[in-house]
């Protein structure tokens, strides 16, 4: 099953990922799951240094990042002589809880990952954390983000003679360092990272350290815990408190720390630059009781549904959340409106990522397996139906037009966030650019498409003012927000080529 | 794996359930699972007759239904020459989602059960449907409830030669219908009927018909619906709502209905008898966007939440409900207040059934995975708390040290139904007597030991106002409410002798 | 997988075996497997009473009886409380090897069964022992044979209310159990006996005994063992080998013996009868290394070749048996004509069952999976090929042709035992006569029919010569021969009616 | 399961086998296979170029080669655009019969392996064929031998920047073929080939081509067949006859060939040397139906039997093989020396390789699972045993053993090859020195130690007379015999260092 791996692909192919190719309008084959038309972002990353239980410890902030990525998880420890490492399809729940996996996986050092759930097949030899035997002992790296000149990178060093094991963007950072002609290990990693461009946050484990780094803008998250004693590296908040560990700080942009049996080391390698860290973390990818940057997430989303309930209101009967994502900012509107909260849409806990409609009459029954609508609460009312993000549209389509079947009188879109207009190149999966809805239609053509009475977003100020800021510093932004300005913050050095894809995507492609 | 089976008991054992074996402190080897203290009810049925997709529909059905049963699912279909039967242990999306699975399912009649989850191991041989063939063809009966004189048939049936190949009640029902001396199928079915005692809604499939039937009192529930012309019976309403089916009435106490191609027919075998439900589809096992007897579930709920607000109200920051199931009470509490409702717990979808806690050390850090405190939300904060019932008070005890753990200033603890004080003996899996917290507790005693600032249930004719009652009927009570008045409204046959179980439930202990 | 179960057939569907519908031609379809056309038997059985491994030692012995039956294995254990069973599909050795599975098989007395292995689907619910749980306790059985009036005593079963859960004809003997009105379980079980015809040899499970039963003729065989003190029952004395244990003596025919706590107890219900035993057990089932009622089978296979080359000498090269029945008969043909014995066809060891030809073109190679041609032998020789029987022809076609494709000079075909001309109703898996190749063609069609230069069968007197016999005895034949002679030693109650067909071996078909 | 993949291993740790680590004396927990106690060797390996069903005829050469490795197979095929490769533990049947798996492997050439079989576990990333995307495009290997320079030049290629994703040799070559700055692929390959010691038969396939190449001493064979004008490489001729190909020649010591559109090209690189092959091909892993060399291996083997009855006569009953190996030089020695030849061990052939013996007190009976004696046979006998070799010893003790327990009067153990006292480095899994008998033992300590009356080994000279030579020529031997010479005919440059061991057998170390 899942160890059956593709063996490559010939360059002459034209990588293209099959998630990307349907146009605007609801397709036959399209499913009913509310979160189809989510963004993505690749990954979530931990590691534990100096702990007996390290990859115990490791599965259970995987665990709490489980949101960060469904695909794969997988583990390395080491045990003071052997790197032993466990990488699964899956899960975290599914193998890492098994006394089994964690017995095979000995050592007081580990470092994990978790990657992102696609629809489509996925491969095992790019599940991380990568490992490599180096000259000077054995090498595991895990990274959240995107190289932007990682396919260019990889062109060279295959030229060069290097044998690639996977499609990933993190085994061209492993390549750099075994050929860096620098002595020490942390010198040669340095080396690799000033040659790579684009979104990182990493964590690598070596023979005597655990290492963490992010990349100059710090554009993805990672923050420093602390449990009796022993470092943690961690993508979110939320990893910490599973375990009841100590949150100690944020990783600075740039900033790279060595964790070893001498303490914490930390470097900056890179000339300053002042910090742009993503904003979707806040919007949709980082989980509501974790905290960003000093930023509790669920009071920011809560503050984004005030926001929008300032700049759009509308006279309703009811609030009613697209679950799970939406319902934070919909008690914030909510909140801010008067306009009672009601779960107007019933989530079925009990679905797998795999349940197939059997049969083509079936199908058109319009079967709606993962949500229902509470028509107690929406027959009859005029709702204000909170999400957090359009992308392409397509199940927004749907969802209004279940709350129109259940007898909604009028159906009222509010999004939390701005328009998304360009697609990312940093690790979160978006769709080409003329597949976004808002980078084609205007504001009311997207209103007619969806289907909805009255359709809002809130405004580029307005989220920045959710985030405590009085508005958007053109000059010097204080977040990566791209998607909504167009506005990329480093060079993209791949995207010139042939290729428009991300390395990091890529695997699902080949 | 799922096919092995255990080869019955010998009749001098003494089966006792494993789950029942713990007191009241909680103990080291407790899971942090709220869910763990909930009671659980056995099952959901659904069948359909003369639908060309049969058993796929039927297995949507089961999916809408899968919060009456986790453990096991089964469909029995009839192709007008052979029935054919596919029973599995876990969730219906695991199993029934599958082409191949529907495709060795052929035929326009189906029925099928889903059963409840447990701790420990299951047989799969008590996976329902069951079947026979009889003198005159198949049957095959699925069936929600429990026989109260179970145990007593079962052993005169095999002092009289008859082999049982289950320890489900449901058998008994089978056997019964095989050794009826009268001619005609239905009125041996009847027959049937007349000999059991207890709560029961049943579905059962032959060679011309799907019917359904409901004991006198119609604790069980059981709907039935229509889609293009064919009709469907079901649990509850929602398992209509997934496939567009229309609710056309509630099968009546006491009712047969016999679905034929000649159409419906309906039988009332038994004296008449008022109705008198099940409480607790409404407090708990009801899908909150099912109608239950006219009765929306979600508002039920909620009034519930705002009759508890009314009658317990308390000066506090914020309402919290414990995830999922006490959410629309906690929004009603909220409402009736003016207290705001907050998502202090978070949790986590992407748990399975089987996350063990790897090692003792590891469990000692008191993991929460499936729960997290929403710190933004608790710290500093008066809160009241918001659950719909407590059992053994097990989790309670935990929730509201999670709460003060995350910095809750005060908790307040809020149960929207009375306190269970006796045991269920109609296919509700409640503890024995003495485990149950509110039937050895004071009031005082309880919060002593859940370690709130305060605690209060909702009166029992408060739960009657929540569902449109002016107050509990003492002469002829409205619903099925033993579990908090010690009123049982049937004979209890199996339970004056040596044994104090539900046969339904015996599955698990042999 | 394993655990999905027919839910049972209609009872007018006509339930026909797959297995036999190709005519004499060689189909595109038929795998090149010469075991193909080798007669089948149903089962191997095996008991121990009284020893602390009584379910390891059990799949031991069940291991050596694996060319019983390779399609199913079961094994039911009592540890004086409880009766514990696994049955499972596929060999003994992947699924009773394990610790797991012998662990929950607990107990000091234990009864196991295989079954044989077919082409098609297989069903759970058939695998034995049978259990029931009857008014005085617990009752398991385990039978090879079949009941030659089990449809008509299962049709009037049925009729009284029984249900079945499988088509076993093992069931059958249960029921009667179950119902019989005697005291004693030995009474019930030897009124049981009464009431069926055919051929039998049952091991039995009660809470306090073990119980061994040989049908009137002994047609199929039974052998009691003895190891440490405790006895042991089995089909054949290579089970006894496996693990040390001591042949103490056959089971007589028409003998029931009981083993207790007490002792052993032997009882003779029934008017004594001359044994008569299956004389296939020599030819084909029993393993070369078993001692059946005081002959050595290899020894006796031995004598058949060496019978066969003295009644059909040919001037040849070389003797080159099929694979690996064929051996000992080759072996014995080669001594007596001094013509040297050579491996002229190779077999490989490292085919599963389910080798399937992938695709059209490759299966038009004419691939040979499991046998090849040792060219080096056979290359410009005559040969003389002896094979033990032919039953539809089909694969003794394929042989021939491969002999002559590895450049054989001259094919002469010899088979060790007479032509089959009747089928069997005892438990063997023969076709229905027509699609028997010696009940339709003479020698000479044969032998064109085949591609072989000369071919010849053993006479049936040439048979019992090798089993020591001067001459079959007409009036009071030595052994059960109705497949050569049409001799059938019993009544054929079943095969008077519609049914053609042995009910054990209903199984495949329903 | 298979997926999971050891990280790889710091370099400061000894990788040892724990394969080796019993000495002489017979342990309890060894098993009773007579097969654990012989050489195994690493590989088999196929290709075709430019046959529509690549991967199917490719799977089914395999199939014929699984005696050469039954660990792990795998198949890389090339469509024109994309390489895909399907990897697995287990039998060539268990996987790659499969239709679907067949589906994934589309394409019009196609290369495969098989590795040998182990105790303990593997680890899929060690399966071949090994896969890398050159700058060129796409190049698979497989690989049967072991290069004796492997470790010293990973070692250098790790120094400069090479990363290991396996502990196979195979990779060595690929990472050289990467490196090399020579233009045309062929060039690379033929630059690597110059670099490497020891022994291969290597199969190759490039976007463009099929590539086959043998050592300069041709001590792993590889032969070249043709079916319908496309051509074959594989291991032995029995990959041949299985899919009615027909054979055209050895490839020659030395002699590279390229295989594309353009026909069929040989290279010889190297300066021309004598041939010589393994000796151990024709005395145990080559199949008796192979021909190699020209010479049919049942014919030499038949040839060994006899000319070791000439060299060591006895006075004996009958002859009795060790299965299955032992057969052919059993017959050869039977028909030589007049003594009659039988079966005097059965083997069941329904043993997996994983059947554990479930408890200590179940193992004490030591139990043959595998084997058993036929006593009808052995019993009072005089027998001369016949065994292929004597590695360690360890099941010859347990075989002789066998036959007194079942009887025989005196048991003289016959070898037919010399005595094993130096250890292979060519790719046969030897133990070291110490743990070979021979190598330690006289030969009346070795006829003491393993309990049998007489024993005798064939001599040198005359097993070079069964291959049809007067007798080894000292100065230039014809065969690869070092093993029972000490006479190696390579440099061994790993072995000088501080490593022991093989790289190709590393993979199960580390």
């Known amino acids: 099953m899942g160890d059956a791996v593709n063996g490559g692909q010939s360059p002459d192919c034209d990588p293209k990922s099959s998630r990307d190719e349907h146009s605007f309008g609801p397709s036959d084959s399209e499913d009913f799951d509310f979160d189809a038309d989510r963004l993505r972002e690749e990954c979530g990353v931990f590691g534990i240094f100096g702990h007996p239980e390290a990859a115990a410890i490791t599965a259970l902030g995987l665990h709490a990042l489980q949101h960060r990525g469904q695909e794969a998880a997988g583990i390395v420890a080491y045990d003071g002589h052997r790197y032993n490492s466990e990488r699964r399809l899956g899960l975290v729940s599914e193998h890492f809880s098994k006394a089994s996996t964690i017995e095979r996986l000995p050592g007081e050092s580990a470092i994990g990952h978790v990657r992102y759930s696609t629809m489509g097949e996925t491969i095992l030899r790019n599940v991380q954390p990568l490992f490599a035997e180096l000259n000077s002992g054995g090498f595991a790296v895990a990274h959240n983000g995107n190289l932007t000149n990682g396919l260019t990178l990889r062109r060279d060093l295959v030229r060069d003679g290097a044998i690639y094991q996977s499609t990933s963007d993190t085994e061209v950072i492993l390549h750099l360092v075994a050929r860096s002609r620098r002595q020490r290990l942390i010198d040669r990693f340095i080396e690799a990272l000033r040659a790579i461009e684009g979104a990182y946050a990493l964590v690598a484990l070596s023979n005597k350290k655990l290492i963490g780094a992010r990349d100059p803008l710090g554009i993805r998250p990672l923050v420093l815990g602390e449990l009796d004693g022993r470092y943690i590296l961690a993508s979110e908040t939320c990893a910490l408190d599973i375990i009841g560990a100590r949150f100690v700080r944020d990783i600075e942009n740039g900033e790279i720390v060595v964790i070893s049996e001498e303490g914490i080391e930390s470097l900056r390698p890179f000339p300053p630059r002042p910090m742009r860290p993503c904003i979707f973390e806040y919007i949709y990818f980082a989980r509501p009781d974790s905290i960003v940057h000093g930023l509790p997430v669920y009071n920011v989303r809560k503050a984004m549904g005030a926001e929008l309930a300032r700049e759009a209101p509308i006279d309703a009967d009811v609030v009613v959340p697209v679950p799970d994502s939406g319902v934070p900012a919909a008690i914030g509107y909510a909140q801010f409106s008067g306009v009672p909260f009601e779960l107007g849409i019933i989530r079925n806990h009990y679905i797998g990522r795999t349940f197939i409609q059997p049969t083509q009459s079936v199908r058109e029954l319009g079967v709606r397996l993962k949500h229902s609508a509470n028509r107690a609460v929406v027959a009859g009312k005029r709702i204000v139906l909170i999400d957090d993000s359009i992308v392409r549209g397509t199940t927004s389509v749907k969802i209004v037009q279940m709350m129109r079947d259940a007898g909604a009188r009028e159906v009222h879109f509010r999004i939390s966030s701005p328009p ?30 969806i289907g909805c009475d009255s359709l809002a977003f809130l405004s580029v100020d307005g989220i920045y003012r959710a985030m405590g800021e009085k508005a958007r510093d053109p000059l010097r932004p204080q977040f990566t927000d791209h998607c909504f300005t167009g506005d990329y913050p480093t060079k993209l050095t791949d995207v010139g080529g042939e290729t428009k894809s991300q390395l990091s995507l890529l695997a699902e492609a080949s």
Chains 1, 2, 3, 4 share one sequence.
């Open 420 to 449: 998304i207009t360009h697609p990312d190149y940093y690790g979160i999966d978006t769709p080409e650019r003329d597949k976004l809805l808002a980078a084609t239609y205007t504001l009311e053509e997207m209103r007619a498409y």
